[in-house]
Every structure is written in C-alpha cells, then in structure tokens.
C-alpha cells in the first residue's frame, strides 16, 4: 500500500494544475468568488494595520489573530472550507498545513 504522500505525488502527476518545479497547485473554482473577495478586502486591511504597526515596508500580516482590528471570519471560512480542506489532504501530505490563523512563520 502506497503512504499518503506516495499518493500524493502520484496525484500530482496526473493533476493538470500542479507544478512539481514552480511548487504550487490551482485548483480552480475551489473557493467562491465572494470569500476572495472577503479574504482581499481583509488582507488590505490588514497590510494598512502592519504598516501602521511596524512601517511603510511592511507587508505581513503574521500572525491574523494579532490583529484585532481585522474581521478575521474569511480566514476561518478559508481554514474550513470543506472543498478545500479535501483538496490539501488528497494531494498534500499531513506535514503540510493551511489556514492556521495563529501561525507565525
């Protein structure tokens, strides 16, 4: 029986939106056009918020929940979104994670 991330790869293969040397994957259609327009609207707030916080060079919004000020429900819609949450799991291994509103990388 091939582990999960053998799975993966193989899926990866035969996947027609996934890039082995770029090292991303589209999955078109996934999300609905009304949470990216939530998640865009919230995530320029949140560079305004950085900026003021830490200067004019500063883009990253790390981590959302240290950033009151923002609605952070499409973070969460995204975290759980169920279509998407069965695409990472199929095609990703466990290591991989998406959509932690607390991580700070």
Do not use: W
Not at 12 to 35: F, K, W
Not at 41 to 60: D, N, P, T
Not at 69 to 87: K, Q, S, T, V, W
């Amino acid at each position: 029986m091939k582990s999960r991330r053998q799975r993966a790869h193989a899926d990866r293969s035969t996947h027609p939106g996934v890039s082995d040397t770029r090292g991303y994957t589209i999955l078109e259609g996934a999300l609905p056009a009304s949470l990216i327009a939530d998640l865009r609207r919230e995530a320029a707030v949140g560079v305004e918020l950085a900026r003021e916080r830490h200067g004019s060079q500063f883009q990253v919004v790390q981590p959302i929940t240290s950033y009151l000020e923002m609605d952070d429900r499409p973070f969460r819609d995204y975290a759980e979104h169920p279509g998407l949450n069965e695409a990472v799991q199929s095609l990703l291994t466990p290591e991989h994670r998406f959509g932690d509103l607390n991580y700070f990388d």
